[in-house]
């Protein structure tokens, strides 16, 4: 077996499918912090997830890619990564590389990223079996992300990762998270626009993700994968775990339209 070390990330096992890559997350924040906070069941009308550092982490390879563009326009990489996490990559090209902020490049450059650099992406522990748990029972759910429908289409087929039925991608909102029109149109898409917000749940990486879904007025799980907690926190989040084996489906009703989540070992504040 090899180490596949991606920043905060150390994937152990290899796979040629990727499927079900073991890995654990090592963030030094998480051993000063109490994640033991009692297990909670909230039902909920709909789940939005965020991609990129929710359901899987692709560090490491957009890394590579930021670097690689940084060089092809004249940019430092690594100063483009200080502000390009969470956010759409036609708003961090507007800043760098004005000419280039159009979607026709942003969705062919984006598309390239799950075929040139697949290797470098983990699953996060958690988000397969929930994933796989909400669409087998048919409950509503979508993912609500800052990548281009190629991106994010080429990643769940590398990955192997359930499709969900509705996606919101950067190209559909004029505005990338913290605002909340992503979220909102996640929600209207899943037929819950009108529903109350508190019935409604987002999963987040990033903190601007977490203020988008709070500004949306729903609630919100931080998973702490790739951020520091205290900014997760400060960003409004309901819950912060470590991972997505904190979220669980424990029911699917049919008749009342209600997912059952249980959120354990959350963040003790």
């Known amino acids: 077996m090899e180490d596949i070390v991606i920043l905060d990330v150390i994937a152990t096992g290899h796979e040629e499918s990727f499927i079900h890559i073991p890995y654990a997350i090592i963030m030094p924040h998480h051993e000063d912090n109490n994640f033991s906070a009692p297990s909670e069941e909230h039902d909920f009308s709909a789940l939005l997830f965020d991609m990129d550092g929710t359901i899987f982490d692709s560090t490491a390879a957009i890394v590579k890619y930021w670097k690689q563009l940084g060089k092809e326009i004249g940019v430092d990489g690594d100063h483009i990564l200080e502000t390009s996490h969470g956010r759409r990559s036609v708003d961090v090209l507007a800043i760098h590389a004005p000419h280039l902020a159009n979607w026709d490049y942003v969705c062919k450059a984006e598309g390239q990223i799950p075929i040139n650099y697949g ?103 931080a998973l702490a994968t790739t951020h520091d907690i205290g900014r997760l926190r400060e960003a409004g989040a309901d819950w912060v775990v470590r991972d997505m084996r904190s979220v669980t489906m424990s029911r699917w009703d049919s008749k009342s339209g209600k997912v059952r989540v249980e959120v354990r070992d959350a963040l003790v504040v």
């Open 119 to 221: 290797r470098d992406a983990v699953e996060v522990p958690g988000s397969r079996t929930l994933l796989d748990k909400l669409e087998n029972a048919g409950a509503p759910w979508a993912i609500v992300t800052s990548g281009t429908r190629p991106l994010v289409t080429g990643w769940l087929d590398v990955m192997k990762l359930a499709h969900p039925k509705y996606l919101v991608t950067a190209e559909e909102v004029e505005k990338g998270k913290p605002d909340p029109a992503c979220y909102r149109l996640g929600a209207k898409r899943l037929n819950h626009a009108d529903t109350d917000p508190g019935q409604i749940l987002v999963v987040e990486d990033a903190p601007a993700g977490v203020r988008a879904g709070k500004a949306a007025g729903y609630k919100v799980v």
